[in-house]
């Protein structure tokens, strides 16, 4: 798929103006329209680059460019430089037709093939598409693995918190279990107390024998409170 500054800058086979504005101009036999010669100069590029070099910071295109070999071309005229030209004040409000012109003028006068400026351009964003599916990749892989590991931490958690519930479960048993014992201790000891009680009942006026809670406030203390 061609992209726009394709389009923007071959005029591989201009003709004279009269033959541009003319719909039914005829090109010459065997002559090549220009999304032809950019099908063509693509197709002369290695679809996949190859990165030679480590990228230590992804944020620098020309890091990019360098690892995946892409060199200067002669004298310096790479897409970048001409998208440089194209801004400059000096042709930059001037109109589409005259702006393409003005480069191509610049590019015959440093005998530069705009071809070479357009093979340059499709290295370039074939490097920078490559090295978009490295990072693409890296981040797959990078979310494959902390998503396992998170699995694994939750697994973890999982298991450790039904652990401790149980552990809490097992010790509100054990409280509920100790208190129905001392519960069913207490009224056989009451029950005990009161069979003293009630035999030394018969060899005393005053029975010294405690029958109740042993928690509760003495009869004693009861007395001495309410005086």
Sequence with gaps: MTKKWYN????IEDDTAGAQN????AKPAGQKSAS????????????????TNPVSDPTSFEEIYHAAEISNPPQGYS?????QMLESEHIRTLPSDVKKSSILVALD?????????IQDAVQRDRALDGYERVQQRALNELETSKTKENNQIQAELDRYVTEQRAKMQANTDAITR???????????????????????????????ITTGDVNATPPSSRSAQKS
Excluded: C, H, M
């Design 22 to 25: 003319s719909p039914s101009a």
């Design 36 to 51: 032809q010669s950019v099908a063509e100069i693509a197709a002369s590029v290695a679809s996949e680059p190859k990165f």
């Design 8 to 11: 923007y800058i071959v005029s």
């Design 109 to 117: 006068a440093a005998g530069i093939n705009v071809k070479d400026v």
């Design 178 to 208: 100790e208190r129905e014992r001392f519960a069913g201790w207490r009224l056989k000891k009451q029950q005990e107390e009161k069979k003293i009680a009630d035999t030394v009942g018969y060899f005393v006026t005053e029975n010294p």
């Design 79 to 83: 897409i970048l430089k001409v998208a």
